[in-house]
C-alpha cells in the first residue's frame, strides 16, 4: 500500500512541475507585463483576478490543457514499456479439403510496447488472434506476413516471426496398415499379462502433400495402459486412441491428416502364473578337503508372472551364493533371487541360505554317455571312437550323501553351437541340479564328426 501511495504522490508531483512551468509560470509572466502596460488600472484588475470565480474558471481552463495535451501524447508522463505475450497460436485460414500447408509456425511470440497502463488493458481486453489468410492463394512457395488483430491504437506490436516462407501443396491420400505400440506398460501391475489387442481398424487413410506420404514408413496407434485402467483380469475398451505416422529412421511426420484421426481397441488381460522351486547354485571352491553337506534355503518356491510362453520353459529360480574358500558351516542372508528375462513379478525376491559342511569324499560313475547339444539343422553328429562315446565322472562331496546321490542326475554334454560339417575335438561339460556335489571328468575332450543329412 505505501509503494502505491509512493508512486501516487510521485505521479502528482510531475504533473504539478509541468503545470507550474508550462501554465502557471507563463501565465504569471504575462499578468505581470499586462499589469506593467496599465499601471492605472492596477486596482481593477487586481480586484478581477481577487475574485473566486475567476480563479475558478482560470484553473479550469488549466487542467484542460493539460488533460488535452496529455491525452494527445504530447506530453509523457511515463516512458513506454514492453510486454512480451508468449506461444501465441496462428489461424491459418485456406481451403483445407484442397491444400496442404508447410512452413507456418503452430505459435509465435508477440511483443506489446506501450505505457504501462496501456500494456494492461492491451492484455486484459486484447483479443490476440494472429491469423494467415491464404484463402486466395493457390500451390506454390510464398513469403507472407502474419496479421496480428488487436484493437488498441495506443500500443504498437512486433510478431516473431512477423513473415514465414510458406509451400501449398495439393492434398493426396494413401491407405497404409496400421500397427500399434504401447506405452507405459511398466506402469500396469506386473501381476497382469497383456493376452491380446484387437483394434477396430486394421487400415488407415493418411492425406498431405505427396511428398510427405512418400516419407512415411508406418502408421502406429499409441495405445496408454496407464490410461486404459487396467486393474483385473478381463476385457476393456480403449477409446481416441491417437494415431502417428512416422519415416524409416522412426521419427514422427509432421503435417498430415489421419482418416479416421483416431480409433479404438479392444484389450484382453490375464493373469498367468506357476510356481517354481528355488534352487542354490554355488561359486567358487571350497577350501581344500571339504565338501557341501546340505544347503536349505528358507525360500523353498517362488511363484511367478509372466508370458505363458515364457513360463513354459522354467523349470526353477536360482539363488546364487559365493562358497569361495569357505571352511566352516555359514548362513547367507539377504540372498537376491534371480528373476528371469520375460517374468515380471516374483511372490519373493530374496531368501537366507543356509550351508553345512562336512569332509570331502568321492565316488566314480562310469560310462556315462555324452549327449550333444544346439547341432545345426541339416547336420548330424557321431563319435569317432567308442571311447569318444562315454567317459567316467568323479563326483566330489560328502559320503552321506555320495551313497545316495543318483547316477542320472549327472549329465555330460558337449555344446556344438557354431559347428560345421568336419572332424572337431570339443570339450567335454557336466552338470547337476544338486549343488552339494562337484563334478570332474577324466576326459576333457573327445572327437566328433559333423556330416551333411
Same mark, same amino acid.
Given at each position: 500500500?505505501?509503494?502505491?501511495?509512493?508512486?501516487?504522490?510521485?505521479?502528482?508531483?510531475?504533473?504539478?512541475?509541468?503545470?507550474?512551468?508550462?501554465?502557471?509560470?507563463?501565465?504569471?509572466?504575462?499578468?505581470?507585463?499586462?499589469?506593467?502596460?496599465?499601471?492605472?488600472?492596477?486596482?481593477?484588475?487586481?480586484?478581477?483576478?481577487?475574485?473566486?470565480?475567476?480563479?475558478?474558471?482560470?484553473?479550469?481552463?488549466?487542467?484542460?490543457?493539460?488533460?488535452?495535451?496529455?491525452?494527445?501524447?504530447?506530453?509523457?508522463?511515463?516512458?513506454?514499456?514492453?510486454?512480451?505475450?508468449?506461444?501465441?497460436?496462428?489461424?491459418?485460414?485456406?481451403?483445407?479439403?484442397?491444400?496442404?500447408?508447410?512452413?507456418?509456425?503452430?505459435?509465435?511470440?508477440?511483443?506489446?510496447?506501450?505505457?504501462?497502463?496501456?500494456?494492461?488493458?492491451?492484455?486484459?481486453?486484447?483479443?490476440?488472434?494472429?491469423?494467415?489468410?491464404?484463402?486466395?492463394?493457390?500451390?506454390?512457395?510464398?513469403?507472407?506476413?502474419?496479421?496480428?488483430?488487436?484493437?488498441?491504437?495506443?500500443?504498437?506490436?512486433?510478431?516473431?516471426?512477423?513473415?514465414?516462407?510458406?509451400?501449398?501443396?495439393?492434398?493426396?491420400?494413401?491407405?497404409?496398415?496400421?500397427?500399434?505400440?504401447?506405452?507405459?506398460?511398466?506402469?500396469?501391475?506386473?501381476?497382469?499379462?497383456?493376452?491380446?489387442?484387437?483394434?477396430?481398424?486394421?487400415?488407415?487413410?493418411?492425406?498431405?502433400?505427396?511428398?510427405?506420404?512418400?516419407?512415411?514408413?508406418?502408421?502406429?496407434?499409441?495405445?496408454?495402459?496407464?490410461?486404459?485402467?487396467?486393474?483385473?483380469?478381463?476385457?476393456?475398451?480403449?477409446?481416441?486412441?491417437?494415431?502417428?505416422?512416422?519415416?524409416?529412421?522412426?521419427?514422427?511426420?509432421?503435417?498430415?491428416?489421419?482418416?479416421?484421426?483416431?480409433?479404438?481397441?479392444?484389450?484382453?488381460?490375464?493373469?498367468?502364473?506357476?510356481?517354481?522351486?528355488?534352487?542354490?547354485?554355488?561359486?567358487?571352491?571350497?577350501?581344500?578337503?571339504?565338501?557341501?553337506?546340505?544347503?536349505?534355503?528358507?525360500?523353498?518356491?517362488?511363484?511367478?508372472?509372466?508370458?505363458?510362453?515364457?513360463?513354459?520353459?522354467? /523349470?526353477? &529360480?536360482? @539363488?546364487? +551364493? $559365493?562358497?569361495? %574358500?569357505?571352511?566352516?558351516?555359514?548362513?547367507?542372508?539377504? =540372498?537376491? *533371487?534371480?528373476?528371469?528375462?520375460?517374468?515380471?513379478?516374483?511372490?519373493?525376491?530374496?531368501?537366507?541360505?543356509?550351508?553345512?559342511?562336512?569332509?570331502?569324499?568321492?565316488?566314480?560313475?562310469?560310462?556315462?554317455?555324452?549327449?550333444?547339444?544346439?547341432?545345426?539343422?541339416?547336420?548330424?553328429?557321431?563319435?569317432?571312437?567308442?571311447?569318444?562315446?562315454?567317459?567316467?565322472?568323479?563326483?566330489?562331496?560328502?559320503?552321506?550323501?555320495?551313497?545316495?546321490?543318483?547316477? /542320472?542326475? &549327472?549329465? @555330460?554334454? +558337449? $555344446?556344438?553351437? %557354431?559347428?560345421?560339417?568336419?572332424?572337431?575335438?570339443?570339450? =567335454?561339460? *557336466?552338470?547337476?541340479?544338486?549343488?552339494?556335489?562337484?563334478?570332474?571328468?577324466?576326459?576333457?575332450?573327445?572327437?566328433?564328426?559333423?556330416?551333411?543329412?
Amino acid at each position: 500500500m505505501n509503494k502505491i501511495l509512493k508512486v501516487i504522490v510521485a505521479i502528482f508531483k510531475v504533473i504539478y512541475r509541468i503545470i507550474d512551468k508550462l501554465i502557471v509560470t507563463p501565465i504569471s509572466k504575462v499578468i505581470y507585463k499586462i499589469s506593467l502596460l496599465g499601471k492605472g488600472n492596477t486596482g481593477k484588475l487586481e480586484r478581477i483576478l481577487n475574485r473566486p470565480i475567476i480563479l475558478l474558471y482560470l484553473s479550469l481552463l488549466c487542467a484542460i490543457g493539460v488533460f488535452v495535451l496529455i491525452d494527445a501524447e504530447v506530453i509523457n508522463l511515463v516512458d513506454n514499456e514492453a510486454e512480451i505475450i508468449d506461444d501465441q497460436p496462428v489461424n491459418i485460414i485456406y481451403n483445407e479439403e484442397n491444400y496442404v500447408v508447410e512452413g507456418v509456425p503452430d505459435t509465435i511470440d508477440i511483443t506489446l510496447i506501450g505505457s504501462k497502463s496501456n500494456l494492461y488493458l492491451a492484455k486484459q481486453i486484447g483479443d490476440h488472434k494472429v491469423e494467415l489468410d491464404l484463402t486466395d492463394y493457390t500451390p506454390g512457395t510464398y513469403k507472407v506476413k502474419l496479421k496480428y488483430n488487436h484493437s488498441m491504437n495506443n500500443v504498437s506490436y512486433k510478431l516473431d516471426p512477423s513473415t514465414v516462407q510458406i509451400k501449398i501443396s495439393e492434398k493426396d491420400s494413401e491407405v497404409f496398415n496400421l500397427s500399434y505400440d504401447l506405452l507405459n506398460e511398466n506402469k500396469i501391475d506386473k501381476k497382469l499379462n497383456i493376452s491380446s489387442i484387437k483394434l477396430n481398424e486394421s487400415e488407415i487413410i493418411v492425406k498431405g502433400s505427396k511428398e510427405t506420404l512418400s516419407t512415411i514408413s508406418n502408421v502406429k496407434a499409441l495405445i496408454d495402459l496407464e490410461a486404459a485402467g487396467l486393474t483385473n483380469k478381463g476385457e476393456y475398451t480403449v477409446d481416441s486412441i491417437k494415431l502417428i505416422a512416422y519415416d524409416n529412421k522412426g521419427e514422427k511426420v509432421e503435417n498430415v491428416e489421419m482418416v479416421p484421426n483416431n480409433i479404438s481397441a479392444t484389450i484382453n488381460v490375464d493373469s498367468y502364473s506357476v510356481e517354481l522351486p528355488v534352487k542354490v547354485v554355488t561359486t567358487g571352491k571350497i577350501t581344500t578337503g571339504y565338501a557341501l553337506s546340505s544347503i536349505t534355503s528358507t525360500v523353498s518356491k517362488v511363484t511367478v508372472y509372466g508370458d505363458q510362453s515364457v513360463l513354459d520353459t522354467l /523349470t526353477s &529360480i536360482e @539363488a546364487k +551364493i $559365493d562358497v569361495n %574358500g569357505l571352511s566352516t558351516d555359514k548362513t547367507y542372508s539377504g =540372498v537376491t *533371487l534371480v528373476k528371469p528375462s520375460g517374468v515380471r513379478h516374483m511372490s519373493e525376491s530374496t531368501t537366507s541360505v543356509t550351508v553345512t559342511l562336512d569332509t570331502e569324499s568321492s565316488k566314480e560313475f562310469t560310462e556315462k554317455e555324452i549327449e550333444f547339444k544346439n547341432l545345426a539343422n541339416g547336420y548330424k553328429v557321431g563319435a569317432v571312437s567308442d571311447n569318444d562315446k562315454k567317459i567316467t565322472v568323479i563326483a566330489k562331496g560328502v559320503s552321506s550323501a555320495l551313497e545316495s546321490f543318483d547316477a /542320472t542326475k &549327472i549329465k @555330460a554334454y +558337449i $555344446d556344438l553351437t %557354431g559347428y560345421t560339417a568336419g572332424t572337431h575335438e570339443v570339450e =567335454v561339460k *557336466l552338470e547337476t541340479d544338486d549343488s552339494r556335489f562337484t563334478l570332474v571328468s577324466q576326459t576333457t575332450k573327445v572327437k566328433i564328426v559333423i556330416t551333411k543329412e
